[in-house]
Structure formats: structure tokens, C-alpha cells
């Protein structure tokens, strides 16, 4: 079983940045793609960034484009996404996601992800 926490979500006010932590423990932690969502309330879960843990490319929704960045750290088992000029519409439950297996794409859905951590919340003042 993989166990993953999210830290570093806050309050911040329009414009300013946080940095994402996403720290994996448990058994051997080899996964093929490690992947952001948020979920604000009463909206279904919205995919953010993806990243290959093997390295290469990384990928992320069109709104944060410019913006956010997914990183991992290997030897630390954990995965990042830095945040800049946020946006009020951005309020959510920030949630890392771990997939087991290579797909030929999807990693936008969540139904390609087998382990969840529980979410950090960034609150986004106007």
C-alpha cells in the first residue's frame, strides 16, 4: 500500500504563490506517473499537472500554463507543484495521485490513478 500526504496548501491572497509537497511512503514506491487534481467544493475533481516519474516532459491543464510547475525529487520520494499568480478560482482541495501503470495517454482522468493522498487545502483571497 502507497501512502501519500500532501502539505503546503494555505491561505493567500490573489497573486501570490505556494509550493505543493507530496511525500510517498509504504512499499516500494516505483510508480509511472504522479499526477495533481483539485477539487473545489461541489465541483468534481479537476486535473492540474502530470509528470512521468522516470523524468521527461511534464504536462498541465491549460489554465495554469505559464504558471504552475510539477517537479519530483526521486530520492525523496516526493512530488511538487509550484504555484504562482493564483487565482480566487483556484480555491480547492489540492490532491496528489500516484498511477501504477503505463498508458498510452489519459493521465488527465482520474480513473488512470490507483493511490490518493487525502488533499491540502489553498484558499485563494480576492
Known amino acids: 500500500q502507497v501512502r501519500l500526504v500532501e502539505s503546503g496548501g494555505g491561505l493567500v491572497q490573489a497573486g501570490a504563490s505556494l509550493r505543493l509537497s507530496c511525500a510517498a511512503s509504504?512499499?516500494?514506491?516505483?510508480?509511472?506517473?504522479m499526477g495533481w487534481f483539485r477539487q473545489a467544493p461541489g465541483k468534481e475533481r479537476e486535473y492540474v499537472a502530470h509528470?512521468?516519474?522516470?523524468?521527461?516532459?511534464?504536462y498541465y491543464t491549460d489554465s495554469v500554463k505559464g504558471r504552475f510547475t510539477i517537479s519530483r525529487d526521486r530520492a525523496r520520494n516526493t512530488v511538487y507543484l509550484q504555484m504562482n499568480s493564483l487565482k480566487p478560482e483556484e480555491t480547492a482541495v489540492y490532491l496528489c495521485?500516484?498511477?501504477?501503470?503505463?498508458?498510452?495517454?489519459?493521465?488527465?482522468?482520474?480513473?488512470?490513478?490507483?493511490?490518493w493522498g487525502q488533499g491540502t487545502q489553498v484558499t485563494v483571497s480576492s
Open positions: 495521485a500516484a498511477a501504477s501503470r503505463y498508458y498510452s495517454s489519459g493521465y488527465y482522468s482520474p480513473n488512470k490513478y490507483d493511490d
Open positions: 509528470i512521468y516519474w522516470s523524468g521527461g516532459p511534464t
Open positions: 509504504g512499499r516500494t514506491f516505483s510508480p509511472s506517473v
